[in-house]
């Protein structure tokens, strides 16, 4: 007798492999796109696929092992402009996903590994060394659980911005974890919140943040993804850069450039520039003028983003002059540059630092699916205590 077939993630799969498993099941292939459907608006529990017949929900049942994570932690910050989630899988692995509204934009800041292995100093997630790689359906189930919350109203109150939206328009890959070193998952997920029939977002909505893995870039480019590529730089020169990114000894400044150079000639996508900014280590004049520089060649934008201050770190944020300085100077030589707010600083919510500081108990389920509105209730519940461990 043979074993019976292993169960999949159900987001692990891409159309042609939804349309390989109806036609095993001997089903017509119409049935591939009913499934679809629901899957890219956030239902992943068979039963719940109302137009499929009794018997294929109850094989898919089998046949899907879905992901779906427990809400171990809220916590809300900058006036509940940023929420952040502390979700933790099955196996009892715990990531973070950041949710930050505007305006006229909702930002839901995914994961894509539980760690990460790049071990860069200054960083909370790197400091804790790399557990494991997050699914396909573990990354999309992210945006989804935030995109459920907002949509149900479970985090709604008074203190959103005017103009808030009711649904994520952005996805940044900028949580825990290096998405190009987990590009089966970075790329799985990315054709699901591209997908026209789910999320439907555009390349400029979705943008994955690289430290600098020149071979995934180069793949990212080959394969035409529709994303905006961030670059992590922090440090111009490399000598200064293979302290702050170690993974720069293997791919160096001039490598990388060039691999960013060509991204962007054959993408015809602008590229921006993250550089966080460390007090007296990387805010001299030197630096701003060696970033200037190479944003320039690159006709990138750069954001600058004063260091979060994490615990076993013996680095500090920039005095505000040393920020002001340094912003002015690189516009000064031509380049766009934004200073970014450090999003959720007093709810430990910088990369990594929940998790770091938040010792787990037991989690409430949270749901995956959009429109799942009493269970998202659980959510509301949580969410009506400010900085509320959900369950207790
Ligand atoms: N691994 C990818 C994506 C996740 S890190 C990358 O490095 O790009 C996302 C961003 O958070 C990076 O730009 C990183 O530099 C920044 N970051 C990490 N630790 C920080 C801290 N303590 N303060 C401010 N930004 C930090
Ligand atoms: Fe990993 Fe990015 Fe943190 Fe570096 S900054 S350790 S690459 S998550």
Known sequence: MSAPPAAVDPYT?????????????????????????????????????????????????????????????????????????????????AIETVLMLYPRRATVCISTQAGCAMGCPFCATGQAGFRRQLTAGEVVRQVMVADAALRSGAIADESLPEGAPDHVTNVVYMGMGEPLANLPATLASVRWLHDPDGFGLSARAITVSTVGLVPGIRKLTALGLPVTLAVSLHAATDELRDELVPINVTHPLAELEEAVRDHRRITNRRV???????????????????????????????????????????????SRSRTAAFVARVRDRGVEVTLRDTRGRDADAACGQLLASYSLGAGSRLPAAIGAADRVDRLAAGAADRDVEVAR
């Open 272 to 318: 921006s520039i993250e550089w966080c900014l460390i007090g007296d280590v990387n805010d001299d004049d030197r630096q701003a003028d060696a970033l200037a520089a190479i944003a320039r060649r690159l006709r990138a934008h750069v954001n600058v983003i004063p260091m979060n201050p994490t615990p076993g770190v013996r680095w500090k944020e920039p």
């Open 13 to 93: 799969l891409t159309r042609e492999g939804l349309a390989a498993l109806v036609a095993e099941l001997g089903e017509p292939a119409y049935r591939a796109t009913q499934i679809h459907g629901w899957l890219v608006r956030g239902v992943d529990d068979p039963e719940e696929m109302t137009d499929l017949p009794k018997a294929l929900r109850t094989t898919l049942a089998a046949r899907f092992a879905p992901s779906r994570p427990e809400l171990v932690a809220h916590r809300v910050a900058d006036g509940g402009h940023t929420h952040k989630l502390l979700l933790r899988f099955p196996d009892g692995e």
